[in-house]
């Protein structure tokens, strides 16, 4: 999708809100926007996702897309089940599949309990997943999520970072606003600021492995080749910092988020490559990102598990590994393809 | 489409705004058509009732999202469908009273003309009654459309508008409405039910067109 010369404004003697605006958002991209409060960040995501047409200017090649706003209103008289299987299907699906994804993605983000509630009767955060959930069930090519994370439990916002990730891992393109800004720090592939309504490359810390300050949390997988020197599968998600070692494996380095997808692709890749470890990296690198996250009160999302992950001793009984390395907090989707990759083998 | 309809249909219902509209509908019949009144004159008035049922529909059901979840169903059907989806929803929740009142003329009246002295066959006046009831129906609907969101924006002035575009849609004798209860009304004096071909015929481009260009003017607003 590109967006060429796009301008908005409200009304006819309005001032531009956004003006000049060039964007290219490629498929399988991760592209972060910053900017102050009021500066069009939101005008921005909005006209991304077709609620608004901009005044000048065009965006061409709009895949199928889903929104989350930042504030979901209660004020609507379904179930959350209900609406997510009405959301479900003006997304596309077919009924039941729309049911059936509902209750998944509700399970994702620890609401399966609520899944009965009324709207109106779900607390903040609880409707906040539901508008998460909503955008997800479908999975769109273009996710646009508008400060998603705010009222989510540190959980659900694990579980967002993952969900994100795996949507780019598959190909898709997600657009984010967030306030926080190690919100998936080091796994954007292109960082926007946008100020005075014009919009600008903002600095990324591109080369992310190099500061792993600035990276957040990260996750290194040591992988097995399926054969003698095997090359690794191409487009690996998370574009892993990828070390060959002499004896033929490779240890990949991917921020947190991506971890699950990582472990998926390599497991699900053909010929199948054989996990032997997953370990936050050792050595001063683990400090930062796992020491620097769990200073921070309402940290511990991402890595919760991954840091705990590091406890796995490398090395250690390389099948051993396989099974609880992946799992913790990790969905379960990714444990299956272990288990059946390690049953394969 | 069909989605967007259901979605639309059960916010609708949950919501109980329906409610207000319809009854109101109700107490019209109630009070204006007493059992035994004229057929004809009959019909002609539950149609012009309809006008403000569908009118105060329409803007129940363009209204009842909150901004948030209109997004969520914009992005993923596109701001003209979920907007047109909004105004066919009210158009068909409309249709089950109209047919009802319809039905309810058709059982209470008295099959004779205004000076109860020519008798109506009462099979071709039910076709002309559920007529003008279409074309009340479709005009209330397109004017409801219009004089909402995303035209008129806030409460005070689309329900101002919404009560002036009922008057004007029955007052002038331009108006397709006004055409088919003025049609039914002279009908009644002289006893004979005249199927209102042309209103019918100029009220389905009229309110398409109207609610195309709302739809149209949704996509570019938000």
Known sequence: ?345 | MIALLRYQTGLLLGSHRWLPPVLLYAGFLVVGVGAGSPVLDAFAFAAAALLPLTVWLTRVCVTNEPPAARSCVATAAGPARAHLAAVLTAALVALPPALAGTAFVALFSDPRSNDHRVAVDLLPATACGLAAAVVCLLLGTAVGAVCNRPVLHGTALPVCAGLLGCVVLVVPALSPASAVVRGLVAGSMSGTAAMPWLPLGAAIPLSAGLVAAVCHLAARRG
């Not at chain 1, 009767?121 to 996710?143: D, F, H, R």
């Not at chain 1, 926080?180 to 796994?187: F, S």
Request: aromatic share 4%; glycine share 14%.
């Open chain 1, 1 to 345: 999708m590109r967006l060429d010369g796009v301008g908005r404004r409200y009304g006819v003697r309005g001032p531009w809100v956004v003006r000049g605006v060039d964007l290219d958002l490629p498929q399988r991209a991760l592209v972060r926007v910053e900017g102050a409060n009021g500066s069009g960040k939101s005008t921005l995501l909005r006209l991304c996702a077709g609620i608004d047409r901009p005044t000048t200017g065009r965006i061409r090649g709009r895949p199928r897309t889903a929104y989350v706003p930042e504030r979901f209103p209660p004020a609507l008289p379904f179930t959350a089940l209900g609406y997510l299987t009405h959301l479900g299907r003006v997304h596309g699906l077919r009924g039941p599949a729309a049911a059936r994804a509902a209750g998944v993605w509700l399970e994702r983000f620890g609401a399966a309990g609520h899944a009965g509630t009324p709207l109106s009767a779900l607390s903040k955060g609880t409707s906040q997943k539901v508008a998460v959930a909503q955008a997800l069930l479908a999975a769109p090519e273009l996710l646009v999520l508008d400060e998603a994370w705010t009222g989510l439990d540190a959980a659900a916002r694990g579980e967002l970072d993952r969900a994100v990730a795996e949507r780019v891992a598959d190909g898709a393109t997600v657009l984010f606003v967030d306030h926080d800004p190690r919100r998936l720090a080091g796994a954007a592939d292109a960082c926007h600021r946008i100020a005075d309504g014009r919009l600008r490359p903002a600095p990324q810390p591109s080369d992310a492995a190099d500061r792993p300050a600035e990276a957040g949390p990260r996750v290194t997988v040591h992988a097995e080749p399926p054969g003698a020197g095997g090359e690794l599968p191409g487009e690996l998600p998370g574009r892993p910092v990828t070390v060959r070692e002499p004896d033929g494996t490779a240890r990949l380095t991917v921020p947190a988020a991506y971890s699950d997808a990582l472990l998926r692709a390599l497991l699900t890749a053909r010929p199948p490559w054989h996990i032997r470890t997953v370990a936050a990296p050792a050595g001063p690198r683990s400090e930062s990102p796992a020491g620097g996250c769990g200073a921070v009160p309402d940290a511990g999302e991402p890595d919760g598990g991954t840091a705990a992950l590091g406890a796995v001793p490398e090395g250690s009984a390389p099948r051993a590994a396989t099974g609880p390395a992946p799992a913790g907090s990790a969905s379960p989707a990714v444990t299956s393809p272990a288990g059946t990759e390690g049953g394969s083998r």
